[in-house]
């Protein structure tokens, strides 16, 4: 509510007084123009006066957006970021040249009168008149500090800023009201301090500190006399008077303002000449702002750390609030990205996918029980240039992604297995798997309308050789497309989708997946690298999710304050019990060790994981993990334009692209170098009986997987099976889950088949 002064009313020469005193500092100095004495006191008594009773007593200065520092789990810098580029200091941190300088160019009585000059005003106002124009203006150093207090908390909206810099009588009765307050309370230094830390100097610099970095590579302490002549000089007109853009017009301004301070005697005469003889002596440092400068290729990172402080609410309760922390900035944020890993990844990326091909890649760690992000890049590199993107390819739309993600193929299949596992179904499970079926007449949802095949679909596996009676453990290996149809069938969608909401699995518009076949059997829906990489790590983690987080703490600078902002926290809840993922672990292991995962398996410690493409291989995947360390590795086309046939990746030439054969290496590299050093747990295998060894073709992926080298010793495929010492398995398998008989046709009702 407004302020009233108390007491009552003025007599008509007071109110004469106070309308001749506002109307020339708010009408004759802010627009610069001599006004006839009448015409001024008209435009007062059209509401001026009275309306400077009425603003409000308190003057918001809103904290002066600072630069924003992203630091990785090391304290290493990532980038530096910010809406304006301003590093607060106090007086003492200034030159004394500075301070000299400023205030005696801007406004030489600074000290001697108080929020309005007025010698100043009838100064300006005779020059104006005699001119004919604008040859001076008299608004003191209050008085500009809170106009550029009203353009700070502006910030970004080109609306409100205009209104703060509107020359109008109104605008000028605020700064006046504004600046008698701020004389009263802040006093000169403070006043002196503000001013300095939030005028612009141009080139992107907002406060001294700033400004002396940029064209001087020195700190505003140590600011010499000529160079603090030049930057007092720039307040005026960064512009007009840029020294890098106009060198004369910038010595011309410099040696008025050191003129001035000899005029009024901070300097000698001889003091300034010499100055003025001196070149200008430009160490210009280029602005350094934004993600785009972010080292390790970290740049998408730093961009998903952006969006996570303007989306998620722990920064704000509004989207407006959210964007004030962050335009505000001074903000120093540690996040949870490791160095070594992300080094890891950008050096895998580069060696094996080139900016200029037509198909990217994108691949995000994590770790398993905590959620952390531990590093995250993509082939395209940050930015609007040729072969450049600003869009993620490793997160959720809602943080900066693609519009959908991409399609999985058959990397989603584990998720079946482990929801079938949760339902009882024994891991020796076996279905008829023929080379092609048509997709099951029904399949159960979760309501009360099940799934219908109205369109005949029909699914059929990568080789016409492959063709069961299958179990689910070669099934897995050899990623038998018609073998999880059946599970399917079986078990109905409804496990599927629970699983799924426990496991974070949305699509990449962050959507629940859809309720079809092809969606929760052969990954056919779009989702993002970071969701599968911290699905699998549920794995890793013996069945407990736990949600992605990129930041462990932030620390914010306010004024001379630092405090703690609260961050959001990873939460764990087990999704399936340890037994299920102890047995996707083994089953998996198996993938790497003699699958279609050989390409991608490590030789030096346990590690499990599964290869997907999809329909005409416009996308390939391939997501493993150890028990520490978690990845999703995705090639493909951004625009899902590409069919990855007779196609040139990294400058190697591939008839076709295998799951195995391409995302494989690249996860391999980045993991090897990412768990240089680390510990090397084991996983908590179960035993999965072999049934009878038959050759039953190629071990290749329905889905277009590599095939790896086929046999089981191939890259990773040790007499360990690539997935560490296999331990006394931590269950038997009960008597009741061996199955007579293998069934045969689409999941008919053989003997032992499960079907009805």
Not at 19 to 47: C, D, N, R, T
Not at 147 to 154: G, I, L, R, S, T
Not at 499 to 521: A, H, R, Y
Request: a neutral charge; aromatic letters at 6%; one cysteine or more.
């Amino acid at each position: 509510m407004a302020n009233k002064r108390s007491g009552g009313g003025l007599s008509p020469i007071q109110q004469a007084a106070k309308f001749l005193g506002v109307s020339v500092l708010a009408g004759a100095v802010a627009a610069g123009i001599a006004l006839p004495a009448a015409g001024v006191l008209g435009l007062a008594a059209k509401g001026s006066v009275e309306g400077f009773d009425e603003i409000p007593a308190n003057l918001k200065r809103p904290p002066l957006s600072q630069r924003t520092t992203i630091l990785d789990n090391q304290g290493g810098r990532i980038a530096t970021v910010y809406s304006r580029d301003r590093t607060v200091v106090e007086l003492k941190d200034i030159s004394p040249y500075m301070q000299q300088a400023i205030v005696a160019i801007e406004d030489s009585r600074f000290y001697k009168h108080g929020a309005v000059d007025l010698k100043g005003i009838l100064r300006a106002l005779n020059r104006n008149a005699r001119s004919g124009g604008v040859t001076q203006g008299a608004s003191t150093l209050t008085q500009q500090y809170v106009k550029n207090v009203f353009v700070e908390e502006a910030g970004d909206d080109p609306t409100l800023v205009a209104q703060a810099q509107q020359q109008t009588i109104g605008r000028k009765v605020q700064e006046l009201r504004y600046s008698i307050q701020v004389e009263e309370e802040l006093g000169k230094k403070q006043i002196l301090e503000n001013y300095l830390n939030i005028t612009f100097f141009g080139q992107q610099a907002y406060g001294v500190e700033a400004a002396a970095q940029r064209y001087f590579s020195t700190s505003a302490k140590d600011l010499k006399l000529e160079q603090a002549a030049l930057l007092a000089g720039l307040v005026q007109s960064p512009t007009r008077y840029d020294p890098v853009n106009d060198e004369q017009a910038a010595i011309q301004r410099r040696n008025v303002v050191l003129q001035r301070m000899a005029d009024v005697g901070n300097i000698s005469q001889a003091e300034a000449d010499e100055a003025k003889e001196r070149p200008l002596g430009l160490k210009v440092s280029k602005p350094k702002n934004g993600c785009i400068t972010a080292v390790k290729g970290a740049g998408f990172f730093c961009d998903y750390v952006r969006e996570l402080v303007h989306n998620d609410k722990a920064f704000g309760k509004t989207k407006k609030a959210r964007a004030k922390v962050w335009n505000q900035g001074g903000l120093t944020i540690r996040t949870t990205l490791d160095p070594q890993a992300q080094e890891s990844v950008q050096a895998s990326i580069k060696s094996h996918v080139r900016k200029s091909d037509k198909v990217a890649t994108a691949a995000t760690l994590v770790e398993p029980g905590t959620g952390k992000i531990l590093g995250m890049g993509q082939s395209k590199p940050y930015g609007s240039g040729k072969n450049e993107t600003e869009i993620n390819y490793s997160v959720d739309q809602g943080t900066g992604g693609s519009n959908f993600g991409f399609p999985t193929g058959s990397t989603f299949k584990p998720f079946l297995a482990a929801a079938a596992l949760e339902e009882g179904t024994p891991p020796i499970q076996s279905y008829s798997a023929p080379f092609d079926m048509p997709y099951p007449d029904r399949v159960e949802t979760c309501d009360s309308s099940p799934w219908r095949n109205t369109d005949g679909a029909t699914v059929e596996n990568e080789d016409e050789s492959e063709v069961g009676p299958y179990r689910l453990k070669e099934a897995m290996e050899k990623s038998v497309n018609t073998y999880f149809v059946q599970m399917l069938e079986d078990i109905g969608m409804c496990p599927v989708s629970k699983l799924l909401d426990k496991m974070g699995v949305v699509q990449g518009n962050g959507k629940k997946l859809p309720t079809v076949p092809s969606s929760l059997t052969l990954g056919s829906t779009g989702i993002s690298p970071l969701t599968m990489a911290s699905a699998y790590a549920t794995f890793a983690n013996r069945g407990t999710y736990c949600t992605p987080i990129a930041i462990e703490s932030i620390n914010r600078k306010i004024g001379g304050e630092t405090k703690s902002l609260e961050v959001p926290k990873s939460t764990c809840s087990r999704a399936m019990s340890e037994t299920t993922a102890d047995t996707i672990n083994t089953l998996l292991g198996g993938v790497v060790d003699s699958g279609t995962g050989q390409q991608a398996g490590l030789t030096d410690r346990a590690n499990a994981g599964k290869t997907g493409t999809t329909d005409e291989r416009r996308n390939a995947w391939f997501v493993g993990y150890t028990p520490n360390m978690s990845g999703a590795v995705w090639v493909g086309s951004a625009t899902q334009a590409v069919k990855m046939s007779n196609i040139t990746i990294g400058g190697v030439w591939h008839e076709k692209v295998y799951g195995g054969q391409v995302p494989g290496p690249i996860w391999k590299d980045a993991m090897t170098g990412a768990l240089e050093g680390k510990e090397s747990p084991g996983f908590n295998l179960v035993n999965i009986p072999d049934p009878p060894k038959e050759d039953k073709g190629r071990p290749d992926d329905d889905d277009n997987d590599d095939p790896g080298n086929g046999n089981g010793n191939g890259n990773g495929g040790n007499e360990d099976g690539g997935i560490g010492d296999i331990p006394d398995p931590s269950f038997s398998i009960p008597e009741e889950w061996t199955i007579g008989g293998n069934g045969n046709g689409n999941g008919g009702n053989g003997d032992g088949g499960r079907f009805p």
